[in-house]
């Protein structure tokens, strides 16, 4: 079936640095999505992406569609304490679209 | 605007006892519905979802049922608790729009755990 592989699966980091993580699969994907966790709560939509190549910010917040349609991926500016959390993209299932494919996660620890 | 609701938001069990978890959302309508579990320190698994009232579709066999007895209402239930049903339960919703490819939007999580 199908499957998201995120990395890396964690970074530790130092506030003030930029972040890049990524998410590739072996099929192609007509949207991607991606989401923030907080401990403790639900996945929070940061970015939704609908073209290939796309190139989309929300705040300090980049995210872009590849090109070949397999992959997506989210920068994250000056990162700040509140960055913490678990990072999923998604993207909906080839055979029935009303269900999403969770990626497996990038956990992310920011050090003041 | 659209706002789920979970609850409750933490729930303590003994093995074998019933449960039952809600879920409601509002100001859309016939929305997709969906419920989710997570186990600690791991990604989301789809155990239900639902495109209509009456309508469930299961995704993994368990002891876990799952019912929509209302438009926006979406019910997680169980007759006999097991210690592997702990975890933190998630609902969430989508516009069911025929263009697909609708984001999911979560409600806050109920965390379960089975003494």
């Known amino acids: 079936g199908q499957q998201l592989n995120q990395s890396p699966q964690s970074m530790f980091i130092q506030e003030g640095e930029d972040v890049s993580m990524n998410c590739t699969s072996s099929?192609?994907?007509?949207?991607w999505l991606w989401y923030k966790q907080d401990p403790g709560e639900g996945p929070v939509l940061l970015i939704a992406l609908y073209k290939a190549g796309e190139l989309t910010s929300n705040g300090r917040l980049t995210a872009q569609f590849g090109i070949t349609r397999k992959d997506s991926f989210l920068n994250i500016s000056a990162s700040i304490p509140s960055d913490v959390g678990i990072y999923f993209c998604a993207g909906p299932g080839a055979y029935n679209t009303d269900k999403l494919i969770f990626g497996t996660g990038t956990r992310l620890q920011v050090f003041p | 605007s659209q706002t789920i609701h979970q609850w409750p938001a933490t729930l303590v069990q003994p093995v074998g006892s019933p449960l039952s978890l809600e879920c409601t959302v509002e100001g859309t309508s016939n929305p997709n519905l969906y419920w989710y579990r997570q186990a600690a320190g791991r990604g989301l698994q789809l155990l239900f979802y639902s495109v209509g009232i009456g309508q469930i579709s299961s995704e993994v066999p368990q002891n876990l049922s799952a019912s929509r007895p209302q438009d926006r209402q979406f019910i997680l239930s169980s007759k006999k608790l097991l210690l592997s049903d702990s975890g933190f339960y998630l609902c969430?919703?989508?516009?069911?729009?025929?263009?697909?490819?609708?984001?999911?939007?979560f409600g806050d999580g109920t965390r379960l755990s089975i003494l």
């Open positions: 969430a919703w989508s516009a069911a729009l025929d263009i697909g490819n609708q984001p999911q939007h």
């Open positions: 099929s192609i994907f007509n949207t």
